[in-house]
């Protein structure tokens, strides 16, 4: 079997290289799956060198331009960064609202950092599956830092912050009740909050925002052993970009003191196994000759009350043999 | 094929019949299975009926106490109640924190209540699947509302939540930072949240904690077209239980006006379905001679990081025929 790739020149950082091998693993194509999961098999020793950090937040709030201030800061420190987008819009319209390098004009020519848009859905797991591949190619070849950049919209950022280290929202300032517009539940994933676009005539609103949010994160289920912390900041005016940053050190340091870092990996991991594993069986189920012709009729009655799902639930496992 | 129930007796409201019944679809032998199955068929027409509230909160809030006084309030409307009990502990003690009818004393006693404790697990479904079951054949015996009391302990909140169309959680009336005792995460699937016990002189901290309660709620996503309410209440002194019981009206009305109510029965309903589907391969899988060996296995691998979840997931099924 010829490669379809090059494993020496990603490990060595080459991003034509890098970008080819993510295009191979998003490829629908039944003959490059096994080329495919080859790769995945050899970049694997090479993986988990990196944190992983969601970012999320509602359109508007600032994260391009957030994770351009951050971004620069890191190379700075002579890190070297990738930046991935799980977009949902893009397999609906075919365009994409996120992974816009225009948008991180200084971040984007830096030969320091990786940027990639959105996959397209469609293959076995969706784009959470091709997502989590990328972060291990990413780290394969040699990113310290990988950033997955998500949008505020339906179930991705359940999605992004099973697949990541640290789950960065960021919010807008929003003076008392006003809080309406923002993607209500979200703060319950967050590691942290940062009320973004702290800064002018902004800044007391932000801290009173801030405020809010800290006594309502008192009120959540703690994340392990880490509690959720709360920061304004301003990408804009590069303002608490280092804090923000120290924080999320302190994050990896203290998670990896007491192995709770590594427990998460390793039931992500897990996790991820069994949701393909479901995935693969519920293929099996759907695509089955009898079944196929049975289970929509089936889940009608239940939905209309006409057939306990216990009793629907085995007469769809009776034909499946 | 000889009836192992009485389904005239059961429509009657016979608790006798009712409990004989229930005992049938929690019996673990197969020789039961068919029969169940066919009891849960001809009940079904007689279900739907009832208004479902699951009731959680921490030991020593007050639930049979508030269960009780709102129990003892209803019947004097002349409606028919039924009170079960979800409660993790029972599989693993053997014994009961819950279902325990002396503390519900003159609600046991009244001809017009139906009480029943925890099944035990370790049969299709678990816990939960026997509680629907017990729901729907009480709905069908008469009872216009029923109760699903949990503790807060575990995944047990999640479930209940997921078989009722009301969740209340009690609380303590606590001060100030002095939360950390209640299980977190719980006000996120709470429909409302009554702080119990909020008599003498508890009675400013009480409000205080629901102030801080309604602020929290504020913050997170609303279930469907309902705002999360939160109220202060004393089931001891017998205060307040009357509005509480007309905020459930309200939500009842309010949302099967909406229609909301119904839907949120039939996405549980076919949610219900493909989890005990789902629950059903899983056994397949687990129980296939060759998988059986392996996966154990190759899921320790995916957990030391040997393996891709997505190569492990693909080795396991390559095997499932």
């Given at each position: 079997m010829k490669a379809m790739y090059n494993l020496e020149q990603i490990l060595n950082g080459n991003r034509v290289a890098l970008a080819k091998a993510i295009t191979l693993i998003e490829s629908k194509k039944d003959s490059d799956r096994l080329h495919a999961q080859r790769l995945m098999e050899e970049i694997l020793p090479y993986t988990n060198k990196s944190i992983r950090i969601g970012i999320s937040g509602s359109p508007g709030v600032g994260k391009s331009t957030f994770i351009e201030a951050l971004g620069l800061h890191l190379i700075n420190k002579g890190k070297k960064i990738a930046v991935l987008a799980v977009d949902p819009s893009s397999p609906i319209?075919?365009?994409?609202?996120?992974?816009?390098?225009t948008r991180m004009e200084k971040l984007s020519r830096h030969p320091k950092v990786f940027i990639r848009p959105s996959p397209s859905s469609g293959?076995?797991?969706g784009v959470a599956q091709k997502s989590r591949e990328t972060i291990l190619l990413c780290e394969s070849s040699g990113h310290d830092i990988i950033f997955v950049e998500t949008v505020g919209v339906g179930q991705n950022e359940i999605e992004v912050s099973n697949m990541v280290d640290f789950f960065l929202v960021l919010m807008l300032p929003n003076a008392g009740d006003e809080l309406q517009g923002i993607k209500k539940g979200i703060i319950e994933l967050a590691d942290a909050l940062l009320i973004n676009?702290?800064?002018?005539?902004?800044i007391p609103i932000a801290q009173r925002t801030q405020a809010q949010y800290e006594s309502a994160i008192k009120l959540l289920k703690p994340h392990g052993s880490w509690t959720q912390k709360t920061m304004t900041c301003s990408a804009l005016e590069k303002k608490n970009i280092e804090p923000a940053w120290e924080m999320i050190e302190t994050f990896e340091e203290l998670s990896k003191k007491t192995g709770t870092f590594y427990n998460k990996r390793a039931k992500q991991n897990k996790e991820w196994m069994w949701a393909l594993i479901r995935e693969l069986m519920d293929l099996k189920l759907k695509t089955h000759p009898e079944i196929k012709q049975l289970w929509p009729k089936i889940e009608n009655e239940v939905v209309r009350g006409e057939k306990t799902p216990q009793n629907a639930a085995l007469e769809i496992m009776k034909q499946f043999s």
């Open positions: 319209t075919g365009g994409s609202i996120m992974g816009d390098k293959t076995l797991g676009k702290s800064d002018g005539e902004s």
